[in-house]
């Protein structure tokens, strides 16, 4: 009985300090779930060894965009991941359509779920519009008119299960994003807010950090290897290139950029929309991102060591029609030939 009540308090305070992280899962391929750079919409890639891919219905939409972006119309950014309990998958897009409205500021996000990757359902968040959208009015406002909000950039998700609501109830979707109200700030600086299991209901804004200058396209990710969080960021400021910062927790306080270590192999060129993956049965991470500036573009895929650190051996994606800005998740053998069928009906 001593023995068992040992382990059950084990098991209790494992869970009680629970790092956040996102649900890994599958062994047998990666989607690549991203931007198309031939119109703002989001498409879907497959591949066995995270190099090589084939589109998914030859890079057209995997939805409407316009039945899930109904701000703009447009879904850019697309950041995929599993849902903490592995019931189903979470998505989030910037909703923006420069296209249309040819300024490159937008508005709002837009949160999606599936139970199977291939039917979406959504809501969206209009900025501009303030307290009335999120599910705490009662919080402290980051502006004071809401409705000059120019820019909600590039959000992504990380699962915290020591979150706490107001009612009690422990765990939530860390909604990490950069956003600018040109009125009231001079640029572009990440934010953070929690969604709920739902997937539905978003908490005002909570500044993430301010380095005194742009930061846009954040990618977070935990590291066993020494126990930290990781950001992959672009800065535009100072040096200006795709850099990594640490915190000991999700919220920070986080580190400044490390300055000798950082995506350095593309020169002058202009590079951003970083997303950290790992292979398959390897500790170590590759490092995908969109180098803009060439024409055509090029997307690159490099390699880095077990702590994020030491960056080398770019490489072009190949076989992705269009791709840009987007995230890589793993998937299993039924999910893989899921997504096949749908690229053959």
Same mark, same amino acid.
């Given at each position: 009985?001593?023995?068992?009540?040992?382990?059950?308090?084990?098991?209790?305070g494992?869970?009680?300090?629970?790092?956040?992280q996102?649900?890994?899962?599958?062994?047998?391929?990666?989607?690549?779930?991203?931007?198309?750079?031939?119109?703002?919409?989001?498409?879907?890639?497959?591949?066995?060894?995270?190099?090589?891919?084939?589109?998914v219905?030859?890079?057209?939409?995997?939805?409407?965009?316009?039945?899930?972006?109904?701000?703009?119309?447009?879904?850019?950014?697309?950041?995929?991941?599993?849902?903490?309990d592995?019931?189903?998958?979470?998505?989030?897009?910037?909703?923006?359509?420069?296209?249309?409205?040819?300024?490159?500021?937008?508005?709002?996000?837009?949160?999606?779920t599936?139970d199977?990757?291939?039917n979406?359902?959504?809501?969206?968040?209009d900025?501009?519009?303030?307290?009335?959208?999120?599910?705490d009015?009662?919080?402290?406002?980051?502006?004071k008119?809401?409705?000059?909000?120019?820019?909600?950039?590039?959000?992504?998700i990380?699962?915290?299960?020591?979150?706490?609501?107001?009612?009690?109830?422990?765990?939530?979707?860390?909604?990490?994003?950069?956003?600018? *109200?040109?009125?009231?700030?001079?640029?572009d600086?990440m934010y953070?807010?929690y969604?709920?299991? @739902? $997937?539905? !209901? &978003? +908490? #005002?804004?909570r500044?993430?950090?301010?380095?005194g200058?742009?930061?846009?396209?954040?990618?977070?990710?935990?590291?066993?290897?020494?126990?930290?969080y990781?950001?992959?960021?672009?800065k535009?400021?100072?040096?200006?290139?795709?850099?990594?910062a640490?915190?000991?927790?999700?919220?920070?306080?986080?580190?400044?950029?490390?300055?000798?270590?950082y995506?350095?192999?593309?020169g002058?060129?202009?590079?951003?929309?970083?997303s950290?993956?790992?292979?398959i049965?390897?500790?170590?991470?590759?490092?995908?991102y969109?180098?803009?500036?060439?024409?055509?573009?090029?997307?690159?895929?490099?390699?880095?060591?077990?702590?994020?650190? *030491?960056?080398n051996s770019?490489?072009d994606?190949?076989?992705?029609?269009?791709?840009?800005?987007? @995230? $890589?998740? !793993? &998937? +299993? #053998?039924?999910?893989?030939?899921?997504?096949?069928?749908?690229?053959?009906?």
């Amino acid at each position: 009985m001593k023995k068992l009540i040992l382990v059950v308090f084990c098991v209790l305070g494992m869970f009680i300090t629970a790092n956040a992280q996102n649900l890994q899962k599958g062994k047998y391929g990666y989607l690549y779930c991203h931007m198309s750079d031939r119109g703002e919409w989001t498409a879907y890639a497959l591949s066995r060894d995270g190099y090589h891919y084939e589109d998914v219905l030859e890079g057209k939409p995997i939805f409407d965009p316009t039945e899930h972006a109904r701000i703009e119309g447009g879904t850019r950014d697309a950041f995929i991941c599993r849902k903490h309990d592995g019931k189903g998958f979470l998505m989030v897009t910037t909703d923006m359509c420069v296209a249309k409205s040819h300024i490159w500021d937008n508005y709002g996000i837009d949160l999606l779920t599936s139970d199977d990757l291939v039917n979406w359902r959504s809501v969206t968040f209009d900025f501009r519009k303030g307290p009335a959208i999120f599910c705490d009015p009662e919080s402290p406002d980051i502006y004071k008119d809401w409705s000059t909000v120019n820019r909600v950039w590039a959000p992504q998700i990380f699962w915290d299960p020591n979150y706490v609501w107001n009612d009690g109830r422990k765990g939530g979707y860390m909604i990490y994003y950069s956003l600018w *109200n040109r009125a009231e700030e001079k640029y572009d600086r990440m934010y953070y807010s929690y969604a709920d299991e @739902s $997937f539905t !209901r &978003l +908490t #005002k804004p909570r500044l993430l950090f301010d380095w005194g200058y742009a930061t846009i396209d954040a990618d977070i990710n935990y590291l066993k290897s020494d126990g930290l969080y990781h950001m992959l960021i672009k800065k535009e400021g100072g040096k200006p290139g795709i850099y990594t910062a640490t915190s000991k927790n999700l919220t920070g306080p986080w580190s400044e950029p490390v300055e000798d270590d950082y995506v350095s192999f593309e020169g002058n060129k202009k590079c951003e929309g970083s997303s950290a993956f790992q292979l398959i049965g390897d500790d170590e991470w590759r490092v995908a991102y969109i180098e803009y500036s060439s024409k055509p573009k090029h997307y690159r895929i490099c390699k880095a060591d077990k702590y994020l650190r *030491n960056f080398n051996s770019p490489v072009d994606i190949q076989g992705v029609t269009g791709p840009q800005h987007g @995230s $890589f998740m !793993r &998937l +299993t #053998k039924k999910e893989y030939k899921r997504l096949q069928k749908l690229g053959n009906r």
